[in-house]
Every structure is written in C-alpha cells, then in structure tokens.
C-alpha cells in the first residue's frame, strides 16, 4: 500500500496532466468515473493515502488498498479499474478502490491531520494521542485520523528511531516521547519521500523488514501485533516497553 509520500510523489508525476481535457474514460469501477469524459481536470490534491483528481464540480478519489498501482504513458497486464486518455497521455489504474465524491473537499477531509501537508498540526496530533491513553504505540502511528499518510514502514522506523516498544501503551509514554513520537513521524514523512524519490528508499530502513538490530547486534523480533495485526520489527533491547 503506497504511503503519504508515494502519493505526493505521484502527485508532481501526475502535474503534466493538469489543466488538460479527458478525452475518454474507461475501466472496471462501478463508479460513473464516465462523468470525468470532456471535463478539464483543474487539480491533483492528496490527503493521506488518498490520491484525489480535481474537476470543476467533483472529485475523483483513488485509494490503492493494498495491491493498487498506476501507469502514466504505460500500461500492464491486467484490467484496468480505470483509465483517462488526455491529448497528451493516459493515466492507467489497477486494483485500487475508486470512489467520486461531489463535497467539496474541504468539508470531506481535515488537511491538518495531513502529515505531507503545509496546514498539518502536530498540537493537534498530541492532543488526539492523548485522548487514547490504552492504544498501542505501534497502532498509534497507523491511525490515519492521526497521522493520515503514515503506513507500516513508518511505523517500524519510527518506532526504532525513537526507541519505543511497538506494544508500548500512549498513556504510560513521558510527554517528551509523545511529543518526540509526533515530530519523527513528520520529519520521517518528508526523509520518505527524498529517499523514494531517489530510489534509495529501501537503503535507510533500519528496522523495517531487517533481522539484526544495528545498534545491538542481536536479532530482531518479528511479530504481527495490535488491532491492525500489521508486521512489526522491534528490539527488546533498546526499544523501551512503556506499559
């Protein structure tokens, strides 16, 4: 599942459309993605992992789930869930959950809850942390109406970065690693994205998908752990366990 960043990343990909008319529409989503033919897309926007292509009236949302993707000028083996033909290119989707929205988004999403985004509050994020003293910190950073945009990779990172067990209660946390937890997950969201960028992204990870722990040098435990059951990477070593 792409995270925040990838998003953002395909947001500047998708710019050379912009402005431009959809030619045609095509693909498998039950949505009416038909209303977007002869229509002049005037944005690309993202919140979290949502990936949002802008008309006059209405918006189209793209989630990728988990084994979404897209093709710009290119095309891949399989059915399309939805593809835009401009003058100048089509925009191919495959396997991801497309829904039209006719709000204007403002009243649909809160921008500040947007770790990529220039209006994110990060006193907001505390304060929204604060208010789930039993949830675990390794669910924590997946709660995209926390941290909308943070995904798995971010959690494992983050986590080891500041030296926090993943089954660590938010309540037990000191103030200065709350604090320290919301201030890594933005600066991480942006390293993210440079590294992704420059396709380096997978030579950062320190913990996420590793065996050893480098600062230890003692094996990892892997285990799928809270109510996301989603795989974590942790050192019972040096990441403390606050419960």
């Given at each position: 599942?792409p995270?925040?960043?990838?998003i ?5 990909a ?6 431009k ?8 989503s ?5 209303r977007a ?5 005037i944005?690309?926007k ?7 292509i802008?008309?006059?009236?209405f918006?189209?949302?793209v ?5 979404g ?6 095309e ?9 033909t401009f003058?100048?290119g089509t925009?191919?989707?495959?396997a991801c959950?497309?829904?039209i929205?006719d709000?204007p ?6 921008w ?9 509050d990060?006193a907001k ?8 003293p039993?949830?675990?910190a390794?669910?924590?950073i997946l709660?995209?109406?926390i941290?909308?945009g943070?995904g798995?990779?971010?959690?494992n990172?983050?986590?080891f970065?500041?030296?926090i067990?993943p ?7 000191p103030q ?12 991480y969201?942006f390293?993210?994205?440079e590294w992704?960028r ?7 990870w320190?913990a996420?998908?590793k065996?050893i722990?480098?600062r ?5 435990i892997k ?5 996301t ?7 019972n ?5 606050y419960d």
């Amino acid at each position: 599942m792409p995270e925040g960043p990838s998003i953002v990343l395909l947001k500047e990909a998708a710019a050379i459309f912009t402005g431009k008319k959809v030619l045609s529409v095509t693909g498998n989503s039950k949505q009416d993605i038909g209303r977007a033919a002869g229509r002049k897309i005037i944005a690309f926007k993202s919140w979290g992992k949502h990936f949002l292509i802008c008309f006059k009236d209405f918006t189209i949302r793209v989630h990728f789930m988990l084994f979404g993707s897209y093709r710009i000028n290119e095309e891949r083996d399989m059915k399309r869930r939805m593809a835009l033909t401009f003058t100048n290119g089509t925009f191919n989707f495959y396997a991801c959950s497309v829904k039209i929205i006719d709000e204007p988004l403002d009243e649909v999403y809160d921008w500040s809850t947007d770790i990529m985004s220039p209006q994110w509050d990060a006193a907001k994020a505390l304060k929204k942390l604060k208010a789930k003293p039993n949830m675990l910190a390794a669910d924590a950073i997946l709660d995209q109406n926390i941290f909308s945009g943070a995904g798995n990779i971010f959690k494992n990172e983050v986590l080891f970065r500041i030296r926090i067990h993943p089954l660590s209660r938010i309540g037990s946390l000191p103030q200065r690693n709350l604090k320290q937890l919301v201030s890594e997950v933005h600066t991480y969201a942006f390293e993210f994205m440079e590294w992704k960028r420059n396709y380096v992204l997978k030579k950062h990870w320190l913990a996420h998908t590793k065996i050893i722990c480098p600062r230890c040098h003692i094996p990892f435990i892997k285990e799928h752990l809270g109510k996301t059951n989603r795989r974590s990477f942790f050192c019972n070593n040096c990441q403390v366990l606050y419960d």
